[in-house]
């Protein structure tokens, strides 16, 4: 191992994007913090991590809805992370979300509230310290709604324009924020749908750009993993509206 | 669903399991049910009578203690994960298979013996505890000493007993990840033979037949004795090269390929390259990579799919030293003589099994893979009498085929096995097409 000794919050570290994550970073010789909703799950993954890399690894329990414990959570971290990721995200069921306000707004407050309000919490450390990076996973389902997700896709779109407007104040200020969109994965999320494989991506192939992006420092502030996502997106972002309507996509 | 050589098929209903703690409730839940690594057994012994519990989501490490080596890991770790986190560090696991995609549940469940079996014995002399998921969901810790009857049956016991969901083994330390190789080369069965029992001090030693040559040529082969290369003899290597890591996989074949391909020609001129490029390496050491040396099929991620739609069977039998040579030399003199030629047979000297069900037994055991045809079943049930009659057995992980009768022949502590599922109740619970099939 190296001695780098940097630190990496990752917050949804029971995902499959989030282990990928934890590994590629631990394997470079990060100290990882990872945060989930349930203790035991983390720190199953915690061991495996350790036990394969060699590197240290803390758990702490973190329910991305229970914003009322923010503060308190980024008050005890310490040392402050080099870096934050942040890969929480659900699905949910849109047509659910169509009938059950209560499912409707965990979707919302999963994928937009809570990464937002914790992610902008550290923000404000980051920037008083004056370095760090601060990766949001969002999704290409935010570059526009569709009648299939569009519950998903407005949490997300949200989440979109938050670190868009977070790098816009932050620029200049040594503290970088990276919008990654994965485009389709092969995980728990996405288990059992038939996927193209020109567009989809494994894991360890998100884990690997976040982390060369965020710490290598090349490619853009908005990442698409695959790089064919990008013009398929623009183009999906232009079809006019009464055309887009009837495509029911 | 099918096992690695695509013979039978059956329907079976795949429940996914990523959590230790729901397997209790999804075994309590389920009858008829089997556990599944990654299917590289060839037959239908990880196929579910009604369903199959797919562990591969077990993947998690749970530890590892540096001061003695010793490694937990859930039941569907797969080798290839450990060799990656663990040779860089200069550890290797204690048996390893020849395909490092499987998962450690299979491995002790088919207590896989490796090339250096008739030292080390098999995966399951290394294990010093393992957690079983039983029958109504309730987890027990087996070892030599608690459970041991449990412990002895899980252990070579085809996933019949139960779930594996842990298992804890030590890695061996090694000094680089190379191995130090000798070729000695044969002229026929005999000195094949009489080679591996000279070789027996060598950690690993395997031999390559040529099965399409008859006569006085009739089992000429390639033997590839190892050991892990020291300090010493990788010289001075930078670090990073004495653990050198391959890429996995490089080449997989994206279709099946017609049955025409494999044909005598093909295979004889193909062996007849392998086997002169051997040859040129005989009498000197040389290093090989581990990835090459334990998994030289793994290149060619898909393999299987060599033999085409119809799919292929593996025969693999072992048998006693005594009548090894007669024995064997029956089998290959029928395959060359078939013109149902597999490339190459695979010859190892095998010890003890510890396991009630455990394959390797004190003797000599010979591999050979043979596409599906009519005429290749009726000429196996031959093969499979003699096998029996001389006190030999036949691999379950690599069944497909076998009759009861050559089975219960093979496996004298059958009845003990039997006594133990109907105490644990596992006769009713865990049941595979291997377990039906057999009658177990
Ligand atoms: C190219 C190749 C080379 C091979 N070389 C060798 C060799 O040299 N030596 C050797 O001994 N074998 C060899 N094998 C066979 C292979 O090692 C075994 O079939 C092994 O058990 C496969 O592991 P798997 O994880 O794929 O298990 P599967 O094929 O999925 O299952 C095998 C058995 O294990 C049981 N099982 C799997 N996981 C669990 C679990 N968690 N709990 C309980 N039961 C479980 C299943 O029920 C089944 O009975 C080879 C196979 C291939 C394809």
Redesign the pocket.
């Known amino acids: 191992m190296t001695g780098i000794c940097k630190t990496l919050l990752l917050i949804g570290g029971t995902s499959d994007i989030g282990r990928a994550t934890a590994l590629i970073y631990a394997e470079a010789g990060w100290n990882l913090l990872l945060t989930g909703r349930k203790l035991s799950a983390v720190q199953r993954e915690a061991d495996d991590i350790s036990a394969r890399t060699g590197a240290n690894v803390l758990v702490h329990e973190l329910d991305i809805l229970a914003t009322s414990h923010f503060e308190d959570f980024v008050g005890v971290v310490s040392p402050l992370p080099d870096t934050v990721v942040c890969v929480v995200g659900e699905l949910g069921e849109q047509s659910r979300a169509e009938r059950q306000l209560e499912h409707a707004a965990m979707i919302m407050r999963t994928n937009f509230e809570g990464p937002a309000l914790l992610l902008g919490l550290l923000a404000e450390r980051f920037a008083a310290r004056g370095s760090g990076s601060i990766v949001g996973i969002s999704s290409v389902a935010g570059d526009r709604g569709r009648a299939s997700n569009y519950v998903y896709g407005a949490a997300k779109a949200g989440l979109t324009a938050y670190l868009s407007g977070l790098r816009s104040r932050l620029s200049g200020s040594g503290v970088r924020v990276l919008t990654v969109k994965p485009g389709f994965v092969r995980t728990r999320m996405t288990h059992g749908m038939k996927l193209p494989p020109l567009l989809t991506a494994e894991p360890r192939e998100v884990a690997q750009k976040i982390f060369t992006v965020a710490e290598g420092g090349r490619g853009g502030d908005v990442v698409y993993v695959r790089r064919i996502w990008r013009p398929l997106m623009t183009a999906i972002r232009l079809i006019p509206e009464p055309i887009f309507k009837r495509l029911r996509l | 669903m099918e096992?690695?050589g695509r013979y039978p098929h059956h329907e079976s209903e795949a429940i996914d399991c990523r959590l230790p703690e729901a397997l209790a409730g999804t075994v309590a839940a389920c009858v008829g049910l089997?556990?599944?690594?990654?299917?590289?057994?060839?037959g239908d012994?990880?196929i579910g009578e009604y369903s199959t519990l797919m562990?591969r989501g077990?993947s998690r490490i749970r530890s590892f203690d540096p001061t003695n080596a010793t490694l937990t890991v859930e039941?569907?770790v797969m080798l290839s994960d450990i060799l990656r986190s663990f040779v860089p560090r200069g550890y290797f696991p204690p048996v390893v298979?020849?395909?490092k995609f499987?998962?450690v549940?299979?491995?002790i469940?088919?207590d896989?013996?490796?090339k250096n079996h008739h030292r080390d014995g098999g995966f399951g002399d290394h294990v010093s505890e393992l957690k079983l998921v039983v029958a109504g969901g309730e987890i027990l810790t087996c070892s030599r000493t608690r459970n041991p009857e449990l412990f002895f049956a899980t252990v070579g016991g085809?996933?019949m007993t139960?779930?594996?969901a842990e298992a804890t083994f030590r890695l061996r330390p090694i000094e680089s990840g190379w191995i130090a190789q000798k070729t000695i080369v044969t002229k026929n069965l005999g000195e094949a033979l009489k080679a591996l029992q000279q070789t027996e001090d060598a950690t690993y030693s395997v031999a390559w037949i040529d099965c399409l040559l008859q006569g006085a040529s009739l089992g000429r082969s390639l033997i590839f004795a190892g050991e892990h290369a020291s300090l010493d003899e990788v010289g001075g290597m930078p670090e990073a090269d004495r653990f050198a890591a391959k890429n996995e996989g490089r080449f997989s074949l994206p279709f099946d390929l017609p049955q025409w391909v494999l044909n005598k020609t093909s295979v004889a001129a193909f062996n007849e390259l392998y086997f002169r490029a051997g040859a040129r390496k005989a009498a000197k050491t040389s290093l090989v990579h581990w990835d090459k040396y334990f998994f030289p099929?793994d290149g060619i991620l898909e393999w299987n799919r060599l033999y085409g739609r119809r799919g292929f069977l593996q025969h693999q039998c072992v048998v006693p030293a005594e009548d090894a040579l007669a024995v064997l030399s029956g089998i290959l003199e029928r395959f060359a003589r078939s013109g149902k030629g597999s490339f190459l047979a695979v010859l190892k000297k095998l010890g003890r099994g510890s396991g009630l069900l455990s394959f390797p037994a004190p003797g000599y055991t010979l591999a050979l893979d043979l596409p599906v045809t009519q005429e290749v079943f009726r000429l196996l049930d031959e093969i499979d009498e003699q096998v029996v009659k001389a006190g030999g057995r036949l691999y379950l992980?690599?069944d497909a085929r076998q009759s009861r009768h050559t089975f219960e022949a093979g496996y004298p502590r059958l009845a003990a096995f039997k006594e133990l599922r109907k105490i644990t109740g596992a006769d009713r619970h865990f049941n595979?097409r291997?377990a039906k099939r057999l009658g177990i």
Do not use: D, E, F
Not at chain 2, 34 to 42: K, L, T, V
């Open positions: 096992g690695w089997i556990g599944r690594g990654n299917g590289r057994s060839y012994a990880a562990c077990l039941g569907g298979p020849g395909t499987v998962t549940g299979g491995m469940a088919s896989v013996h490796g085809m996933g139960g779930i594996i099929l992980a690599k595979s291997l």
